[in-house]
């Protein structure tokens, strides 16, 4: 790490993120390259390396950082609110998952290879990022749905979000290739699954429009 204010290391921390942010809005992870992530920020590709030694690290930078914001959110709806309905919680929830679209995206990637190939110290900040937003949706069940099974909610809402983002978005290519197929496949918004998927876990009966679809 080269010598520097910690102010200044997490300034340029931050823009590489936000590099690779701006890239993986037009390509694909594994067409981003240390290069072109360095081309985006006002330093060179050596200097990248001084910070993430790798494009997995960066990317799990980025997904550590959507987990810090998405948490930031889930707690305010602990403490902005006394009570709320199942309805008004699923609905709360699903608005603030459709804002973090490119977190979803990032969960339907391969973990397993974005973390084997990242420093044990990155994996530990985002491993404690990813353990924060567990804590705000835990404390949001725990204030508003004390009858609610705190655990089994979060050890079945968090593995489903891994497979929102395919189910909500397609390329034309997809959806041509679904429609040959024969298949009987209705794409979904992310707010309609993440909704119905809440409101289920809080023991609420699913509408029976979106059942039946």
């Not at 009858?147 to 968090?158: A, I, L, Q, R």
Request: negative net charge; hydrophobic residues 40%.
């Amino acid at each position: 790490m080269p010598r520097g204010s910690a102010e200044l290391t997490a300034a340029r921390k931050e823009e590489i993120v936000k590099a690779c942010e701006q890239l993986y809005q037009t390509m694909s992870f594994k067409d981003i390259t240390i290069k072109e992530i360095a081309a985006f920020t006002s330093f060179t590709r050596t200097s990248v390396y001084n910070y993430f030694q790798t494009k997995e690290e960066i990317f799990l930078a980025l997904m550590q950082r959507e987990y810090e914001n998405w948490a930031e959110e889930m707690y305010c709806v602990a403490e902005e609110n006394d009570s709320m309905t199942p309805e008004g919680f699923a609905a709360a929830v699903a608005v603030s998952l459709e804002k973090h679209e490119q977190l979803l995206k990032l969960l339907a990637m391969n973990h397993y290879d974005m973390e084997a190939n990242s420093r044990y110290e990155c994996l530990k900040e985002f491993k404690s990022a990813y353990g924060t937003s567990l804590e705000a949706v835990r404390s949001c069940i725990k204030k508003f749905f004390r009858h609610v099974d705190c655990e089994s909610f979060v050890y079945v809402f968090f593995p489903f979000l891994f497979g929102v983002y395919p189910y909500a978005v397609a390329t034309e290519k997809q959806l041509q290739a679904i429609k040959d197929a024969g298949l009987s496949f209705k794409m979904h918004s992310i707010h309609d699954m993440i909704y119905q998927c809440v409101l289920q876990l809080l023991g609420e009966k699913r509408h029976d429009d979106y059942s039946e679809k």
